[in-house]
């Protein structure tokens, strides 16, 4: 056998070798992941269900597994994770053993109940709504705190939060009270006492001017408007609070597009035609706007207002009863029409 033949082989072994050995290099520390993308680990899952979840965006999602087994690594730990283009399986394990997720940005706008809102949240983390639920009604917090099932929906104040996807249901509503603690700087709270009203105070206003209009430049005129009446005695005769006494009998799905004559007389605390004063607590989530617009009111001399006809989605205001019967009679004749009656 001549020696260029034996070199001949060995070459090929090596070749080979060579080849087999950047193949098995490639597929636990080449590039794997070919487009970058969320990777959501729920605490239950296992690594065969994570290469499913990988599989979509990887090259080489079976040496995952491999890969795992080689570094004695079983049980990844819950989270959200981003995989970016490129990186190897040998990353995507190092990066689940250490756990080392990437946070969310976990928001939520104005929800009427604390159920609505629960539904909102669950459905960015990984945590259910009934957990939540039980969370933001656990007695020991409510009793520590001064709140109640209802008021405990003031703590959340609409933005734009940072957290992590495994957060659980405590850690999540003991954040965001920590964040609501923070809202309430030494500038709101002098604002508030200023007006002569607690922080709940001024989150209930808010709440009933959240409520009567969407137009932020309105917001503190209808709270200088309401603290007016406040201010008088008078009733505040808030048509929001009326509609939170009708979804309180007949259910938060029920729609009421208009407030008919029998509604004032609801029996409620909440409502604001029997009643004089503030309601007992908040009648929804108020986001920051109408917070601000409160303590910011405007100071002016109007004490009524209805829905302005002229200009849908904003308020004529009046400072008498006769300028406000008129307005008043104007849009009852245009609901007429409309054939609202509910």
């Known amino acids: 056998m001549s020696k260029k033949f034996i070199f001949a082989v060995i070459a090929t072994i090596l070749l080979g070798l060579g080849i087999i050995g950047n193949n098995y290099y490639q597929k636990i520390f080449g590039s794997s992941i070919t487009k970058e993308t969320s990777l959501y680990v729920k605490s239950n899952d296992s690594l065969i269900e994570i290469k499913e979840k990988i599989k979509e965006v990887s090259k080489h999602p079976n040496t995952f597994l491999l890969v795992a087994a080689q570094k004695n690594f079983s049980k990844p730990k819950s989270g959200r994770y981003l995989l970016k283009e490129g990186m190897s399986n040998n990353d995507i394990v190092n990066m689940l053993r250490v756990g080392n997720q990437t946070p969310i940005k976990l928001s939520f706008n104005n929800q009427d109940t604390l159920e609505k809102l629960a539904g909102r949240i669950a459905q960015q983390l990984e945590t259910d709504s009934i957990s939540l639920i039980n969370s933001f009604t656990n007695k020991d917090f409510l009793e520590k705190n001064n709140f109640t099932k209802k008021s405990v929906l003031q703590i959340f104040i609409p933005n734009s939060y940072e957290f992590y996807w495994n957060t659980p249901a405590d850690k999540f509503r003991n954040k965001i009270f920590k964040e609501y603690k923070r809202f309430w700087n030494d500038k709101r709270l002098k604002k508030a006492k200023e007006l002569n009203l607690t922080k709940e105070e001024v989150i209930t206003l808010a709440s009933i001017v959240q409520k009567e209009t969407a137009k932020k430049v309105e917001r503190p005129i209808v709270a200088g408007l309401y603290l007016n009446r406040l201010k008088k005695g008078w009733p505040l005769q808030a048509d929001p609070t009326i509609i939170y006494c009708i979804k309180e009998k007949k259910g938060q799905n029920f729609v009421v597009k208009r407030v008919l004559t029998a509604d004032l007389e609801i029996n409620s605390p909440y409502n604001t035609y029997k009643n004089r004063g503030l309601p007992p607590t ?8 109408a917070i601000d617009g409160v303590l910011n009111a405007q100071k002016h001399k109007y004490y009524y ?34 054939r609202i009656n509910r």
């Open 305 to 338: 207002m209805c829905a302005n006809v002229d200009k849908l989605g904003y308020h004529a205001f009046a400072r008498t009863l006769s300028q406000h019967n008129r307005n008043a009679a104007k849009y009852h004749q245009w609901m007429n029409k409309q």
């Open 282 to 289: 908040l009648i929804a989530m108020p986001d920051i706007s």
